[in-house]
C-alpha cells in the first residue's frame, strides 16, 4: 500500500500507527499537540506539520480523534485535511462521531474530488495495540477495498455497512450498551459489598455465567482497587452516551437505562474523573 497519513496521536491513534509501522507500512502524523509525535519518530515514522501537510504526502490518511469537534476542526480548520484534498486521495476518519458529523465531512471531502470512509472501532487500547479491533465502516466501498490491507493489520474484523452513517450509528449503539453495562456492573459490585459479600468472589460468579465478558474480567479487579489507568477515557465514553441518546431522540427509542447512565457518566465528570478510565464511574457509587 502507499504512504498512510495519521491524524490524532492519542491512546487509540499511537497504538494503531506503531501497529502499522510494525507491519511495515510507512506512516506520516500529525497530532495536534506535535511533541507527542516523537516518539512515533522513533518507530520509523514521519511527522507532517499540519493536517494539510499530511494530506498533500499521502494517499490514504486515517483520522483518529477525540471528538465531533475535533473531527470536524481537522478537516475545516486553516491548515485542515481538506486544502490538499483531491481526486486519487482517500480521507478514513476512525473517530467515534455522529453521523450527522460524519455526512458533513463525508460532503466536503467528496465535493473536492476525494474519497471518505468512516470507520470507527469497538475495541480499546490492548486491541488497539495487538491488531484486534472491530472496524465498523462505511461510505465508498472503492476505498473501503484499497485500505483493506491496512485494516487487516488493525483488526481481526472490519465490517462495510453501507452508506455513511450507518458505521458511526452502530458504534453509538454498542458504547450505548457498553456505558450501560458498566454501571449496572458497578452497582453490583457495590451491592454485594456492602451486603457482606466478597465482590472478588462475585468476579469469579460472573464469569462463569451467561453474562460472562472482558471488560467485566478486564476492569473488575482494578475497579475493587479503585483503579481506573485510562485505556477509554471517562469523557469519551460520555460524549458517545450523549450521542448515542440523541440517536434515539431522532427514532423516538426510550432508552432509561441509558439515560441514567449518562447522568452517571456526567457525575463522574463532575468530580474530576473525565481523564481516568470509564470504569471511574464507579467512583459515583462508592463514595
Ligand atoms: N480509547 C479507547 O478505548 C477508544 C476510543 N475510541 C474513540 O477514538 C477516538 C480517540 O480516542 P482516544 O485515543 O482514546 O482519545 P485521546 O483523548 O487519547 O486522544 C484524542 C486525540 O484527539 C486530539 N484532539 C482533541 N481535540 C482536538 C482538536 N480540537 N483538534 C485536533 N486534535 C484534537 C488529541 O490531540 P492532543 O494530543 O493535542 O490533545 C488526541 O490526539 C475517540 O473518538 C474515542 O471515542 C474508540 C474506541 C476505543
Ligand atoms: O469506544 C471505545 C470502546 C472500548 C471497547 O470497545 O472496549
Not at 66 to 85: Q, R, W, Y
Not at 155 to 171: T, V, Y
Request: hydrophobic share 45%; glycine share 10%; charged share 20%.
Amino acid at each position: 500500500m502507499e504512504e498512510i497519513g495519521f491524524l490524532g496521536i492519542g491512546i487509540m491513534g499511537r497504538a494503531m500507527a506503531v501497529n502499522l509501522l510494525r507491519h511495515g507500512f510507512k506512516v506520516t502524523v500529525w497530532n495536534r499537540t506535535l511533541s507527542r509525535c516523537d516518539e512515533l519518530v522513533q518507530h520509523g515514522a514521519s511527522v507532517g506539520e499540519t493536517p494539510a501537510a499530511v494530506i498533500k504526502k499521502c494517499k490514504y490518511t486515517i483520522a483518529m480523534l477525540s471528538d465531533p469537534a475535533a473531527a470536524l476542526s481537522v478537516v475545516f480548520d486553516k491548515h485542515g485535511a481538506l486544502e490538499h484534498i483531491c481526486a486519487g486521495k482517500g480521507y478514513i476518519d476512525m473517530s467515534t462521531v455522529d453521523a450527522d458529523t460524519s455526512s458533513q465531512i463525508s460532503q466536503a471531502i467528496t465535493s473536492k474530488g476525494g474519497s471518505f470512509l468512516e470507520a470507527p472501532v469497538s475495541g480499546s487500547k490492548k486491541p488497539a495495540e495487538d491488531g484486534q479491533l472491530v472496524i465498523l465502516a462505511a461510505g465508498d466501498k472503492d476505498l473501503y477495498d484499497q485500505v483493506v490491507p491496512a485494516f487487516d493489520v488493525l483488526g481481526k474484523k472490519s465490517f462495510f455497512l453501507g452508506q455513511i452513517g450507518n458505521g458511526a450509528k452502530m458504534k453509538l449503539v454498542v458504547n450505548m450498551i457498553m456505558g450501560s453495562m458498566m454501571n449496572a456492573f458497578s452497582e453490583g459490585i457495590v451491592l454485594a459489598d456492602k451486603s457482606g459479600l466478597d465482590p472478588h468472589t462475585l468476579l469469579d460468579v460472573l464469569d462463569l455465567g451467561a453474562i460472562a465478558n472482558p471488560m467485566f474480567k478486564m476492569k473488575g479487579p482494578a475497579m475493587i482497587k479503585n483503579s481506573y489507568p485510562p485505556a477509554f477515557p471517562l469523557k469519551h465514553q460520555q460524549k458517545d452516551m450523549r450521542l448515542a441518546l440523541a440517536l434515539g431522540d431522532e427514532n423516538a427509542v426510550p432508552m432509561p437505562v441509558a439515560a441514567a447512565a449518562n447522568e452517571a457518566f456526567k457525575k463522574a465528570r463532575s468530580l474530576g474523573l473525565g481523564d481516568h478510565d470509564f470504569s471511574a464511574v464507579f467512583e459515583t457509587l462508592s463514595k
